[in-house]
């Protein structure tokens, strides 16, 4: 039986726990996942920047976009910038080809054949990963909203409000739904942090029947793999180096503050409920944060919609194809 090669995103809100199914991802013997990178949805949208790839000039300047600017973290991959460059140039003459000849030759590096990504906001780009790996599977991991919220305003690198926070957790289950229903059970997974923490195990086995790959015992021990799979300045994923434990599920009633409590399950209640989160009867939020809420969520879908309009608008002329040619069902 032939082995599977589609490409695996992982997604979710950030503070989900989706690092943690990285690691996971990257102990199986056959997957690699990369530290998360600046470069694949940033070349999407400046693709047209780049010209018709049919020309191997034009794939060079792209190459060398990826692997010379420190905004694409491409240091982290602990790869040979000079030998991406040429595979690129030597590579199939599409944008999805070229940022998967990185993600590929990142997997190459541990002896694997299959490759990926993780990037928590990739779920607001769902469709766009798409058009690059049109045979990619998602595997969309979901956490607890209270313990997602109580986690971001944690973070020394989070700048925004509760507020923010609560929405980007809201955006992210609405995203999966769509997700679920537009590309089906062999595209799109869904998994839940708490279940994954209590028996990882079984949440891992089901996972691997989706990819179609064999179970490995190796991914429950995702520590293991932290040194080489984590960029050592992301102190806040300190807790990868540890093994996998229950213990910060559930906080989220020692750090949120009762009007933060009371503002989460406010908003979010119904998905919380239909996604197995019981609300604890936190009372009303107070209205100013009630209100505050209300006016970022909106700002925020205007401008979702504003980058999509933006996106259908730059498919009419794109200079060149976008999806990669990689797999044996895409080439």
């Known amino acids: 039986m032939t082995k599977p090669e589609r490409p695996v995103f992982v997604v979710g809100c950030p503070r989900s726990g989706t690092t943690m199914l990285q690691l996971m991802l990257h102990a199986h013997p056959r997957i690699a996942i990369p530290p998360e990178n600046r470069f694949v949805m940033a070349a999407y949208d400046e693709r047209h920047r780049f010209g018709d790839l049919n020309d191997p000039e034009n794939r060079r300047a792209l190459a060398r976009w990826i692997v010379e600017r420190k905004q694409t973290r491409f240091a982290d991959l602990g ?42 906001g990739y779920f607001q780009r769902i469709p766009a990963l798409r058009r690059m790996f049109p045979d990619a599977q998602i595997v969309h991991l979901v956490r607890d909203a209270r313990d997602c919220v109580a986690s971001l305003k944690e973070m020394a690198w989070y700048k925004l409000d509760v507020q923010h926070a609560l929405a980007t957790w809201m955006e992210s289950i609405d995203a999966g739904e769509r997700a679920a229903r537009t ?14 923490i209590a028996d990882p195990q079984a949440e891992l086995a089901a996972l691997c029947a989706f990819l179609g790959e064999d179970f490995d015992p190796a991914m429950c021990e995702p520590e293991k793999v932290a040194a080489v799979a984590v960029p050592g300045r992301k102190t806040w ?32 209640a119904d998905r919380l409920r239909a996604h197995g989160y019981e609300p604890d009867g ?40 976008v999806a990669a040619r990689l797999t044996s069902a895409t080439v």
Do not use: N, Q
């Open 282 to 321: 936190a009372g009303r939020p107070p209205l100013p944060d009630y209100t505050r809420y209300l006016r970022v969520a909106a700002h925020r879908r205007l401008a979702a919609r504003k980058r999509e309009a933006k996106d259908l608008l730059r498919r009419r002329d794109e200079p060149s194809e």
């Open 79 to 120: 790869l040979d910038g000079r030998a991406v460059i040429e595979e690129i140039v030597a590579g199939p003459p599409t944008l999805g080809s070229a940022l998967g000849i990185v993600l590929r030759a990142y997997a190459a590096r541990f002896g694997k054949p299959r490759w990926g990504d993780k990037r928590p």
């Open 183 to 196: 590309l089906g059970p062999g595209a799109y997974h869904r998994m839940y942090y708490e279940r994954l």
């Open 237 to 268: 994923h300190a807790r990868t180096h540890g093994a996998v434990s229950t213990a910060r599920s559930g906080t989220w009633r020692e750090r949120l503050t009762p009007a933060e409590l009371a503002l989460c399950e406010t908003v979010a």
